[in-house]
């Protein structure tokens, strides 16, 4: 068994800054990618960031040189660097990650419960 969970959202003002963090636990044999996707109201869920276990990453074209992802594989933690926020930028925010376990012989998606990052006008 393996669970994620996010913290880290909150209120913010319209240019101001947010770190969302993910930590990964449970039966866990290694973690490939991990990554974050949001959801906004009556929209659907949309890929942000995501990064490998070598720090290869990748950033969704909207939100490039705003956001940064990181990740600290010893802690099986991924991070959200969110700065200049932007009102379009609200939505729950999840957490994702391919991971193989101890009990299955191949990788799964995993996905964290969210996290509410809304940010104000």
């Known amino acids: 068994q393996v669970q994620l969970v996010e913290s880290g959202g909150g209120l913010v003002q319209a240019g101001g800054s947010l770190r969302l963090s993910c930590t990964a636990s449970?039966?866990?044999?290694?973690?490939?990618?991990m990554g974050w996707a949001r959801q906004a109201p009556g929209k659907q869920r949309e890929l942000v960031a995501g990064?490998?276990?070598?720090?290869?990453?990748n950033i969704k074209d909207s939100v490039q040189g705003r956001f940064f992802i990181s990740r600290d594989n010893a802690k099986n933690t991924v991070y959200l660097q969110m700065n200049s926020l932007k009102p379009e930028d609200t939505a729950v925010y999840y957490c994702?990650?391919?991971?193989?376990?101890?009990?299955?012989?191949?990788?799964?998606?995993?996905w964290g419960q969210g996290t509410q990052v809304t940010v104000s006008s």
């Open positions: 994702n990650a391919d991971i193989q376990s101890r009990s299955f012989s191949r990788a799964q998606g995993y």
């Open positions: 449970g039966s866990i044999f290694s973690i490939n990618a």
């Open positions: 990064i490998m276990s070598s720090g290869i990453s």
